[in-house]
């Protein structure tokens, strides 16, 4: 780690503080409350461990940290075991500058369980649990990832979709799969508070939530995607090395984010009750959380591994975007069901056909079938027609073309009728209508 994402000089006593919390937290410490920031009772973070030991934590944003500060921790964890006792009480002292030999001194003789760290133990910290802090904000750096399908499979989706489209023998394809990674994070949440008036309590509410945003611009990951991600419990990786440069960078701290959320998550909570007062008229109450009453249960950077395939058939190019979460995928963009020539897009590959002279794949409407071999596909704009009496008749090459033309000049005039539909058509048509007459007026 460089030296510019642990940069904690710029940080006041109360950013101080909630870096800390935030270190613990990753520790896998839950906050308990936080003690009153005015005057200095010895302790000002009071937190939970794993094991359901009470930690009290003390943050000492200076140079230098002597020994009466060990020696307020050691009261208030007496004080603090009073209040909790069966449970284990642990203090931890956080300084960003350094401890007194006769602080560590005095720690080491006394039986209680308190952790010193300094600023080089802060920094080691960070190191180990990945927390980048840059001007005072946790900065979101990980490789965490879900479990994606690799480079060959991919490609495999690109080639099997290409396999049902119509014509795809008569043509090569070469496809490049490049994964990109997009920034997300997951904020599950509780909400649980009572509301008061003169009466007592009119309102007890309690929920539970989650909202996933994008790292990169805040704003909510879509409701389709959200859900093909964390529907179910999921499996993350580790994104490799050589895709590292293909990550996008989370542009948000995890401060901004919590901020944000904090604001949205009072607002969708936030609701008003009715309730009869002792003079017997109903009155409204507004309920309101506070940002104390949110408890921010998880808290996951996470990247959403998407595909991005790019297909060549002869000069045209098609682009196969598709989020993968293990054997699953997700498209969001295929090419592949889109007409090169009207631009409309079809349901199926099935539907689709390809044209051996451009490459083109286009629609049922924008694809001929040559008239002579009665199989080859070609586009619109290549086949190559032929006029008879009233109907033109399409070929894939300018040889089928002229070979049907002989076919069609050693016709006799009633085979020549036969072939030329419209004029079939007309023809029986005609006839019809001729019986019809006759029917009636002979
Ligand atoms: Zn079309
Ligand atoms: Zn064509």
Redesign the pocket.
């Known amino acids: 780690m460089d030296k510019e994402s642990l940069d904690i000089g710029t940080l006041d006593g109360y950013q101080f503080e909630d870096l800390v919390t935030k270190i613990l937290k990753k520790r896998g410490y839950r906050e308990l409350r936080s003690a009153p920031r005015s005057g200095d009772l010895g302790k000002d973070i009071i937190m939970t461990g794993p094991a359901g030991e009470v930690i009290i934590v003390e943050c000492k944003h200076q140079h230098f940290v002597g020994r009466p500060i060990v020696q307020k921790l050691q009261g208030a964890m007496s004080h603090e075991r009073t209040l909790h006792i069966n449970k284990p009480i642990k203090g931890i002292i956080v300084t960003s500058g350094k401890f007194s030999d006769e602080a560590i001194e005095y720690r080491k003789q006394i039986q209680e369980e308190i952790e010193l760290i300094d600023g080089k133990g802060l920094k080691e910290l960070c190191k180990q649990l990945d927390i980048h802090i840059l001007n005072g904000k946790v900065q979101i750096i990980t490789n965490k990832c879900f479990k994606y399908i690799n480079e060959i499979r991919a490609k495999k989706i690109s080639f099997d979709a290409y396999s049902k489209i119509y014509g795809h023998e008569r043509n090569k394809i070469s496809v490049k799969a490049i994964p990109e990674f997009i920034p997300v994070c997951y904020l599950a949440h509780q909400i649980n508070f009572d509301t008061y008036t003169s009466i007592g309590r009119v309102d007890r509410y309690s929920a539970k939530d989650r909202l996933i945003l994008e790292g990169e611009t805040g704003h909510d990951v879509d409701e389709k995607l959200a859900d093909f991600f964390f529907s179910k419990d999921f499996v993350d990786t580790e994104i490799e090395k050589k895709y590292t440069r293909n990550k996008i960078p989370f542009e948000f701290t995890e401060n901004d984010i919590e901020e944000q959320v904090l604001g949205r998550i009072i607002k969708a909570h936030a609701h008003s009750v009715h309730y009869r007062g002792a003079n017997n008229v109903t009155y409204t109450k507004s309920c309101i959380p506070k940002k104390s009453d949110i408890d921010l249960t998880q808290f996951v950077s996470i990247y959403l591994p998407v595909w991005k395939n790019r297909a060549k058939i002869q000069q045209m190019e098609y682009a196969q975007n598709f989020y993968s979460k293990e054997e699953s995928v997700l498209f969001v963009k295929d090419e592949f069901k889109i ?1 090169k ?4 897009s079809e349901d199926k590959y099935e539907e689709m056909s390809v044209c051996p002279e451009c490459g083109r794949i ?5 694809v001929k079938i040559d008239y002579l071999d009665k199989t080859t596909p070609i586009c619109t704009i290549h086949a190559q027609s032929f006029k008879l009496f009233l109907q033109n008749k399409y070929f894939a090459t300018k040889e089928n073309r002229s070979k049907y033309k002989e076919v069609w000049e050693s016709m006799n005039f009633f085979k020549k009728i036969y072939e030329d539909k419209i004029v079939l058509g007309l023809s029986v048509l005609g006839i019809v209508l001729l019986i019809w007459f006759l029917a009636h007026y002979l």
Do not use: L
Request: net charge neutral.
């Open positions: 007409c020539i009207c631009e409309r286009v629609c049922n409407t924008h």
